[in-house]
């Protein structure tokens, strides 16, 4: 059902715009216990590859002004647990379509995941993560050339019927030039961003905090950068985007709409508080009315 | 897991560095020692994991030595200032064990969820033995507590100036202690240093750098023997024969 609050995106409705972001909300379950999961408009699951991985070691957190560091590095049972256990489990609890989070390291890898992903029913778009800044040999390495971002998103369309979503990485001097590679090779649309490569250091104990030396920043701090990124990418691609980074509020929600999101992911901020995701839904109708907006899909990209 | 508003009841100083915090309000969520709460603290981004040292129907008691930004904010905090908890934060130990004689060990503030412990395992007409650790004599604190509750409390320093000198393994093997079950919680080396020594089985507290505190971010995952396991969700409490050292 339309409503003031509900969102076309690549032909399904979401209820409203608001989705969990891969990897900080696990693949669901955990959160099903907190609150109904279906006021959400969608559900990113976490980063998915083809075999099974522990991740990086400890530690793999550490925190900044208005932010957190992670050097999680993918830890995710692999592909066939995914369909196997945890969308089972997740449809349990979640009755609409997912957003199945795919990460690999080598476009090999990216097309069987995605090839796999592609059959569940579940599924409603496939996010191709090509910026995990916390992996060797993969991930980020494919969101920083146009060319290798391209490549991977030619091999996923390739095998896939589903709409593909590219997860950007912002840790680019040109974020356009990627985002128009991943168009150009047939991509429906593009998340962005991923986080940012940071660092801290334990100064007491002159090492770094994080075992990996540095992670992804995100967070409340990465917000404004978000944000110009996705109106850059905005006024140089025709796909949809889904906006990421650093969104806690309603009012960045819409923010990040007006800069040309069509849908916003919520991450670091579930982290710290677990009902982030619906206090923003619950807050959004009021922040409208505030505002003067009749309808979310009227604000998308208002901001030339 | 429930995210509650507590207040402060009391807020003090036990030795220098180390305090003790209780909080009342709707503590419910708190099911088993050795479960933990997650603290959201003003301009700090993450919140703040504590272990429970004690906790009754209305009421629950931190332990917190004061190491950074987040613990110096508390320990300023009085009486009466409201504090926003998840609470009922993973698996505490597991009390329902056949084995009679137990031993409670832990190192400097370890030593906090093995309160609690003592407590229980003690109405479970269990003979409770604690065995603390601590840098100094300085730093020794709630051992009379302890006493109260146990049979037998022992201490040890690193450095001698109280009790066995050296580290809860030397404790052990200098008062010949025997036991059937251990219970531990302190630094990693403590804890590789207990699995790896003690032929009793038991089970470890352990400490991580956590990103949510309730399981969905992976950032304190260990492997173990069966699998990869969240410190904060499936721990912090392991059977010694699940850690890999």
Redesign the interface.
């Known amino acids: 059902m339309v409503t003031k609050l509900s969102v076309n995106l690549c032909g399904i409705l979401l209820d409203n715009p608001v989705i969990p972001a891969s990897g900080t909300f696990g693949f669901g379950m955990e959160m099903a216990d907190i609150y109904n999961l279906d006021i959400l408009g969608s559900i990113s699951i976490k980063g998915t590859t083809r075999e099974a991985r522990y991740g990086n070691p400890l530690p793999r957190i550490a925190e900044g002004e208005r932010g957190i560091l992670n050097s999680v590095g993918l830890q995710n049972p692999g592909i066939h647990s995914v369909i196997a256990d945890e969308l089972p489990r997740l449809k349990q609890v979640f009755h609409k379509p997912v957003i199945a989070n795919i990460s690999g390291f080598s476009i090999d890898d990216y097309a069987y995941s995605c090839e796999k992903i592609n059959d569940q029913e579940q599924v409603g778009i496939i996010e191709v993560n090509i910026s995990c800044p916390n992996v060797h040999n993969g991930g980020m390495a494919f969101g920083t050339s146009p060319k290798m971002a391209a490549k991977v998103t030619q091999a996923v369309k390739h095998v896939t019927t589903k709409p593909v979503f590219i997860k950007l990485s912002p840790n680019v001097t040109d974020i356009t030039s990627i985002a128009k590679a991943c168009e150009e090779a047939g991509a429906d649309g593009l998340t962005l961003v991923n986080t940012f490569l940071g660092m801290r250091i334990d100064i007491q104990r002159r090492q770094p905090i994080l075992a990996q030396k540095v992670g992804g920043y995100s967070g409340p701090a990465i917000f404004p950068i978000a944000l110009r990124m996705v109106y850059q990418v905005a006024q140089t691609c025709h796909i949809p985007i889904i906006g990421c980074g650093g969104v806690a509020t309603a009012e960045d929600v819409i923010e990040m709409m007006m800069a040309g999101a069509t849908a916003v992911q919520v991450g670091a901020e579930n982290l710290r508080n677990p009902f982030a995701c619906k206090e923003i839904i619950e807050t959004l109708p009021q922040v409208m009315e505030r505002l003067k907006i009749d309808s979310l899909e009227s604000i998308i990209g208002i901001i030339k | ?1 429930k ?1 509650v508003t507590l207040h402060i009841a009391t807020n003090t100083q036990l030795i220098q560095g180390i305090y003790e915090m209780k909080l009342e309000g709707d503590v419910g969520d708190t099911l088993r020692p050795g479960q933990f709460v997650n603290i ?1 603290l003003d301009n ?4 703040r994991p504590f272990s429970i040292s004690d906790y009754d129907t209305t009421s629950m008691t931190l332990l917190y030595k004061v190491v950074g930004k987040g613990t110096r904010q508390m320990s300023s905090m009085h009486k009466g200032q409201k504090i926003s908890i ?1 609470n009922g934060l993973g698996n505490g130990f597991n009390t329902n064990i056949h084995h009679s004689h137990v031993l409670l060990a832990g190192g400097g503030i370890g030593i906090a969820p093995l309160y609690k412990l003592a407590k229980e395992l003690k109405t479970a007409g269990k003979k409770v033995s604690v065995a603390l650790c601590f840098n100094t004599a300085k730093e020794i604190f709630y051992v009379e507590r302890f006493k109260e509750l146990s049979t037998n409390t022992y201490i040890a320093t690193v450095d001698g100036s109280e009790g066995c000198k050296g580290f809860i393994t030397n404790l052990i093997q200098q008062y010949k202690l025997t036991f059937d079950y251990y219970y531990a919680c302190g630094p990693m080396p403590m804890l590789k240093s207990m699995c790896q020594n003690i032929e009793a089985p038991g089970e470890v507290s352990l400490e ?5 505190g ?10 173990t023997t069966s699998g ?1 396991k969240r410190v904060c ?1 499936e721990g912090p409490v392991f059977g010694k024969e699940e850690l890999i050292w």
């Open positions: 897991m995210q959201a700090l981004y993450l919140r998840l991580a750098r956590m990103g949510c309730f399981g969905i971010c992976m950032g304190c995952s260990i492997p990869n969700k």
